[in-house]
């Protein structure tokens, strides 16, 4: 039997990230699969475009929504992490592949908490925006038995997260 797997971003938008999660889980899927796609929110309102063009379930997690206060966020994010945990749980997920920092940071101590056997995260390059504290708390999380294995798409991604603090034997290249 195939192992049920989830594929996590951190918002639905027109990008590189998004691009490989979805392509990753529809060749998943045609291998026979059970397959979700999850995000924490639909940034550029693409939810019901992409549930209808894709043959797997594309969930929003509904984790922020731009214009509300940051409290309402936080609740929001903090709601949109328990329905992740429950996901997992319900639906047994085996296996589970975050796409950008801010999904491993968020989805890995999650998907790890609801007990998910293998958790990988992707490194798909820097993210100019990203805070310094930010990317010191991902290497660190990276290094830690919350995460399975840890992917890069490139061989240049791969020694761009082994500069970023990522011990080699933790990533791989896909």
């Known amino acids: 039997m195939k192992k049920p797997t989830v594929f996590l971003g951190t918002q639905m938008a027109i990008g590189g990230a998004q691009r490989m999660l979805m392509i990753q889980a529809a060749w998943f899927k045609q291998q026979g699969y059970p397959i979700w796609a999850l995000y924490f929110y639909d940034k550029e309102g693409l939810h019901q475009k992409w549930s209808a063009e894709f043959d797997f ?21 903090v709601g949109a992490l328990w329905r992740l945990f429950r996901f997992l749980r319900e639906n047994q997920i085996s296996v589970i592949e975050t796409f950008t920092p801010h999904s491993d940071l968020w989805g890995l101590p999650v998907a790890w908490l609801a007990r998910v056997p ?51 034997e933790k990533v791989v290249m896909i």
Do not use: K
């Open 57 to 77: 379930p594309v969930i929003n997690l509904d984790g922020w929504r731009f214009g509300a206060s940051p409290f309402a966020n936080t609740w929001r994010l």
């Open 118 to 168: 293998v958790r990988i995260g992707c490194y798909q390059g820097i993210i100019q925006t990203m805070p310094g504290w930010q990317t010191w708390i991902h290497a660190r999380l990276v290094n830690t038995p919350i995460v399975t294995r840890f992917v890069g798409v490139s061989n240049q991604m791969v020694e761009l997260a082994v500069e970023a603090g990522i011990r080699p």
